[in-house]
Structures are given as structure tokens and as C-alpha cells.
């Protein structure tokens, strides 16, 4: 038990000097990430989303992360295979265990400069143990104004997110 509180200790003292960068990953899309259209799956997307959102809420909480929500995933534009993808995944939010994380899909063609941006989404990871039992995560503190303004959007998404599970309830 001491050992396991020294552990929580160390990785707050870590966390706390760490900046709330974002974690990002970067690859070239490949044919095995095909639909039927030609272009990337929706389905590959989402995989890389969840991936880049464990990497970060992992990092964060120091402890093993699951997913307990993706919302509002929203596809601009599709992604072809052969583009570079960059997923983008920061916290924008803390609860006692939750970590709420703001993930930025972008693609590029490689004879082009720059990205632009293909899909956005909020997820919700918890920090549990090995017994799959909640863990407290440290806390975000926004500092500059767009911090604050993100910490903000995630709030009100939290509210959508009430009254959504309350009109499905019936359904459940």
C-alpha cells in the first residue's frame, strides 16, 4: 500500500511539472485503411482517435486509462489514402478521475505544406487501477484564455451530455 501511494505521489510531482502539451501522432494513411468510397474508413479514424486519446489521458493521469465516452464526431472532409494524418489529442478538462480530450484529426497530401484539419471529437477517458477501480487524476488548471475558453466548451458538452442520457433513458 505505501509503495502504491509513493507511486501516486511521484507521478502528481511529474504531472504537475509537465505541460499540458499536446500528444501527436503522425503516419501516412494506408490501402488497408480503405471504404468502400476510396478514401479512409471512418472506422480507421476513430481507432486513431482512441489511440491518441489513451497516449494522452495515460500520460496525464500516470496510470491505465479507458474509454467511457466519444462524442460529437464530426467528419469535415475525407482523408485519402496516401496522405499524411496527424491526430492531435490534449486535455482540455479534469474531473476527480476523468480526463476530458479534445482530439484534432488533420491530413495532408505529401506535396503539400500544410494540413488541414478532417475531423474533430471530445472523449472521455477514467484513470483505473488493476481492478478496474477509479483513480484520482491530477488537475488541469487552464492559464491562458484559450485554456480557459476550451475548459469552458467542455463543460457545456458535459451539460449536452446529461439531457442527452436523460431523452435516451427510456430507450435503454
Same mark, same amino acid.
Given at each position: 500500500m505505501i509503495l502504491?501511494?509513493?507511486?501516486?505521489?511521484?507521478?502528481?510531482?511529474?504531472?504537475?511539472?509537465?505541460?499540458?502539451?499536446?500528444?501527436?501522432?503522425q503516419f501516412i494513411s494506408e490501402p488497408s485503411d480503405v471504404n468502400y468510397g476510396g478514401n479512409v474508413h471512418g472506422g480507421s479514424v476513430m481507432k486513431w482517435i482512441d489511440q491518441a486519446g489513451y497516449a494522452c489521458a495515460t500520460?496525464?493521469?500516470?496510470? %491505465?486509462?479507458?474509454?467511457? %465516452?466519444?462524442g460529437g464526431i464530426r467528419f469535415y472532409e475525407p482523408i485519402k489514402i496516401g496522405e499524411i494524418v496527424k491526430v492531435e489529442a490534449q486535455v482540455i478538462y479534469t474531473g476527480s478521475s476523468s480526463m476530458h480530450i479534445s482530439i484534432n484529426v488533420f491530413?495532408?497530401?505529401?506535396?503539400?505544406?500544410?494540413?488541414?484539419?478532417?475531423?474533430?471529437?471530445?472523449?472521455?477517458?477514467v484513470a483505473v487501477d488493476e481492478?478496474?477501480?477509479?483513480?484520482?487524476?491530477p488537475k488541469w488548471i487552464p492559464e491562458?484564455?484559450?485554456?480557459?475558453?476550451?475548459?469552458?466548451?467542455?463543460?457545456?458538452?458535459?451539460?449536452?451530455?446529461?439531457?442527452?442520457?436523460?431523452?435516451?433513458?427510456?430507450?435503454?
Open positions: 502504491k501511494i509513493i507511486k501516486y505521489l511521484y507521478s502528481i510531482k511529474f504531472l504537475v511539472e509537465m505541460e499540458n502539451k499536446p500528444i501527436t501522432f500520460t496525464w493521469s500516470g496510470n %491505465y486509462s479507458v474509454t467511457v %465516452y466519444v491530413s495532408r497530401n505529401l506535396k503539400q505544406p500544410n494540413f488541414d484539419k478532417k475531423t474533430h471529437c471530445i472523449i472521455v477517458f481492478n478496474g477501480k477509479k483513480l484520482p487524476v491562458i484564455e484559450e485554456e480557459k475558453q476550451k475548459e469552458q466548451y467542455a463543460k457545456r458538452l458535459m451539460e449536452l451530455r446529461t439531457q442527452i442520457e436523460d431523452e435516451m433513458k427510456p430507450f435503454l
